[in-house]
């Protein structure tokens, strides 16, 4: 069983609760789709320009995650045709944001939860 942390962004908080992101998770698709079984360890808002994610990253490692996903829309924007990551998402500072966690936590760090773009395979910082 693997323990999921999820990171999102304060810019669609109000917005979307998760719905999907969950739904992937619990059914181990999309972004979830290499583990066996995973549980949701917890979710944290990133706030811009996330200047305190290395303190929220290390909370959630203490709290016993093994993975720390960023959602989807972090990064990718829903269009006509699906969803694109070839524009960005809600998140400015994504690639640096990502790599902190990473660097901090020491933790395998994917890009990705739920309804991937059309082509795209989950990026893994580890
Ligand atoms: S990735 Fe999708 S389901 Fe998850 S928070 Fe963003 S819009 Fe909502």
């Given at each position: 069983m693997t323990n999921i942390a999820i990171l999102r962004c304060e810019k669609n908080e109000s917005k979307c609760p998760l719905t999907g992101c969950f739904t992937a998770l619990s059914k181990t698709k999309?972004?979830?789709?290499?583990?066996?079984t995973c549980t949701l360890t917890g979710v944290f808002t990133c706030h811009?320009?996330?200047?305190n994610i290395a303190e929220l990253a290390k909370i959630l490692k203490s709290k016993g995650a093994h993975a720390i996903h960023f959602v989807t829309c972090s990064f990718a924007k829903k269009t006509d045709n699906g969803w694109?990551?070839?524009?960005?998402?809600?998140?400015?500072?994504f690639n640096r944001i990502a790599k902190q966690v990473h660097k901090e936590t020491g933790l395998p760090c994917v890009l990705g939860t739920a309804h991937?773009?059309?082509g795209y395979t989950p990026k893994i910082l580890d």
């Open positions: 999309q972004g979830f789709d290499k583990y066996d811009c320009p996330g200047d694109d990551d070839s524009n960005g998402g809600f998140c400015d500072n991937l773009p059309k």
